[in-house]
T-cell receptor, first 110, second 115 residues
Framework: RKEVEQDPGPFNVPEGATVAFNCTYSNSASQSFFWYRQDCRKEPKLLMSVYSSGNEDGRFTAQLNRASQYISLLIRDSKLSDSATYLCVVNSGSSYKLIFGSGTRLLVRP | SAVISQKPSRDICQRGTSLTIQCQVDSQVTMMFWYRQQPGQSLTLIATANQGSEATYESGFVIDKFPISRPNLTFSTLTVSNLSPEDSSIYLC????????????FGSGTRLTVV
């Protein structure tokens, strides 16, 4: 079993749609959780950290369920510019080492 | 967050040669990380570079193949040695330090093609 698992997609949605990505992780000792965005041929960029209480940044909402070891990202009112690969990232237990999911590709069409 | 300058951005190298990648950070950071992203894959940590000590390598990566230098708190190099076509990948450096805020910042990557 992979340490971090994501649905690879692609998710193909129209502009304005709401789309949700899910991620599960295997290490119950993990403490830090992130969503990164990676555009084609670019480096990953931090989209948001994920906290137990859930957090929202504009159109983006991230949630964490520690009991189920499950992380989600919700994007509302999708824009063309949201088209990218979204990486679920978890630290390895108590260490600084990051484990990357394989990414979920999002395509937003006009 | 920190700003990382990584170079070269891309290179095409002959088999058996080596490529050294540099990362310069605009602030002092405790740890620098080197990742590999193979075509169509996600990122895999190669090693962690700490200033003043040898790098710590992940399973499957060895110092002879991926020597790393970390001469100070703002700079690191990764060398990919004795290149083979299987080394064709994107290599990225990353930092997470006291001044960079939550999460990790990545360099823009080095796209290596071995011919």
């Amino acid at each position: 079993r992979k340490e971090v698992e994501q649905d690879p997609g692609p998710f193909n949605v129209p502009e304005g749609a709401t789309v949700a990505f899910n991620c599960t992780y295997s290490n119950s000792a993990s403490q830090s959780f992130f969503w990164y965005r990676q555009d084609c041929r670019k480096e990953p960029k931090l989209l948001m950290s994920v906290y137990s209480s859930g957090n929202e940044d504009g159109r983006f909402t991230a949630q964490l369920n520690r009991a189920s070891q499950y992380i989600s990202l919700l994007i509302r009112d999708s824009k063309l510019s949201d088209s990218a690969t979204y990486l679920c990232v978890v630290n390895s237990g108590s260490s600084y080492k990051l484990i990357f999911g394989s990414g979920t590709r999002l395509l937003v069409r006009p | 967050s920190a700003v990382i300058s990584q170079k070269p951005s891309r290179d095409i190298c002959q088999r058996g040669t080596s490529l050294t990648i540099q990362c310069q950070v605009d602030s002092q950071v405790t740890m620098m990380f080197w990742y590999r992203q193979q075509p169509g894959q996600s990122l895999t940590l190669i090693a962690t570079a700490n200033q003043g000590s040898e790098a710590t390598y992940e399973s499957g990566f060895v110092i002879d193949k991926f020597p790393i230098s970390r001469p100070n708190l703002t700079f690191s190099t990764l060398t990919v040695s004795n290149l083979s076509p299987e080394d064709s990948s994107i290599y990225l450096c990353s930092v997470e330090g006291e001044m960079t805020g939550p999460g990790y910042t990545f360099g823009s990557g080095t796209r290596l093609t071995v011919v």
